[in-house]
């Protein structure tokens, strides 16, 4: 059973992964094993739990104990759900709670790569993208889309971060991800590699070779510096997104839910 716990003091140390670690302390990157990240929302929560992971606590408003809350408190067991006023948790986590709930949730140990490949078809390699919300963003248009999987460069975003996990609106949960050391691990795993970039040698997104191929890891880099040139020119292919007007790229995320689409499996 639960222990519904009233906060009283902004300085609680019993309420601290909500309002005063960071994420790289959330993460708890000496001892990942023990590392948590925030989810909010009621929604995001369920997403969540309901893709197998556990929650070690709850913050929410008090009107939300018996409300919105009430179905995840008693899924939750024997946790602590720390409590207060409206105005108090907006003085604590620095902004008012979206839907007046937030999980600290135990981080997974993440899948080999080899895992994550294994019986995919469809892959998407994001490249040294550091905006939480764009990395979201991307997760939400490839569990939508049907990609199988997303590996990530270790200069990239957390997809735990919580801004990816709320833009995400829960997806990273759904989508099998892990990092990588390089986009070009894939080939080991029989996957051809497709760098979206402006070049000579680029082809559009529509070519119907692309369509041809059983297995496509589709990298996606940053905004702005692009995908770094090496990587370019070790894909198997550099593709682009005809478009008009004169307009020459698309924010990352739009572009992959545009690319995600064309080239998904069929």
């Known amino acids: 059973m639960a222990h519904i716990c009233h ?3 902004l300085d609680d140390e019993r309420i601290k992964v909500y ?25 995001v929560i369920r997403v969540a739990m309901e893709a197998g992971y556990r929650a070690e606590s709850l913050l929410c408003e008090e009107r939300h104990i018996e ?3 009430k179905d995840i408190i008693a899924r939750c067991g024997d946790i602590d759900v720390y409590t207060g006023t409206r105005e108090m948790l907006a003085q604590l986590t620095g902004y008012t709670l979206t839907r007046g ?6 981080r997974p140990q993440l899948p080999t790569s080899e895992q994550v490949c294994s019986n995919a078809r469809r892959l998407c390699i994001i490249q040294g993208v ?14 939508a889309l049907g990609i199988d999987g997303i590996l ?8 735990l971060n919580r801004r990816s996990v709320r833009v995400s609106m829960g997806s990273v949960f759904l989508v099998p991800w892990t990092w990588v050391d390089c986009s070009e691990e894939v080939r080991a795993f029989g996957f051809k590699t497709v760098a979206m970039a402006l070049t000579d040698k680029s082809i559009p997104l529509d070519a119907p070779v692309l369509q041809q191929e059983e297995r496509l890891a589709l990298v996606m880099g940053t905004e702005g510096d692009g995908l770094p040139r090496e990587v370019i020119e070790g894909a198997d292919y550099t593709v682009r997104i005809p478009m008009h007007h004169g307009v020459d790229s698309l924010n990352v995320a739009a572009a992959s839910a545009v690319a995600f689409w064309e080239l998904r499996k069929r």
């Open 7 to 9: 906060i009283t003091a």
């Open 19 to 43: 309002a005063r670690l960071t994420e790289a302390q959330l993460r708890n990157e000496l001892h990942p094993e023990d590392g948590v990240f925030i989810a909010e929302s009621p929604k």
């Open 67 to 69: 409300g919105d809350a």
């Open 101 to 106: 709930v937030l999980a600290a949730m135990k």
């Open 130 to 143: 550091c905006d939480a919300t764009n990395t979201g963003a991307i997760f939400r248009s490839a569990a």
């Open 152 to 159: 990530l460069t270790r200069d990239s975003s957390d997809p």
